[in-house]
């Protein structure tokens, strides 16, 4: 069992010790660019009078068109009345539409209309402008070194939440 810190100098000196200070710093910088690349496209985004989260909703219904309203409210991690409003925004813009599935009449499944593509155009060019900014400087070598370390974060980060989940008893079990 380890030995607790006396003093707040002491528990730094731990933390800033390996592997705490390589492994905390990796996950603490994705997490610090995850936060920039949002607020970065959300700037470039408003310059088109779209909010974060239509952004969000329309990058993964176009690839995931057909997904049902239920379905696309579980990726964006939003409740069903906040998705469903989210889509009546952008059905209003003729970004989006919603049609009964053939088979079930109670599910809506969500579409890309034409008149997203200028949209889609804006979101696509504002991307490969935030990849040329972000990833300046950084060789092509470094860059598949780091898709493969995050790849692999990722795959124990979804093995390790989905273990933590079923482990866990569901509350009035």
Known sequence: MEEKSRSLAEHRQKLSAAPYSSQGEVLY???EISRLVTTWFDSEMSDHGITHPQWWAIMHIFENEGMSQI???RVLRMGRAATGKLLERLEASKWIERRPDPEDDRI?????????????????LAGIRQFETFMAG???EVQDAMVQGVRQIR??????????SKAKP????
């Open 138 to 140: 950084v060789s092509p």
């Open 170 to 173: 569901k509350a009035g079990a």
């Open 71 to 73: 379905e696309l409210s």
């Open 108 to 124: 809506r499944r969500v579409y890309m209309r034409d008149e997203s593509i200028d949209l889609l155009n804006q979101m696509r």
């Open 29 to 31: 910088a994705m997490h």
């Open 155 to 164: 795959a124990n980060a979804v093995a390790s939440t989905t273990r933590t």
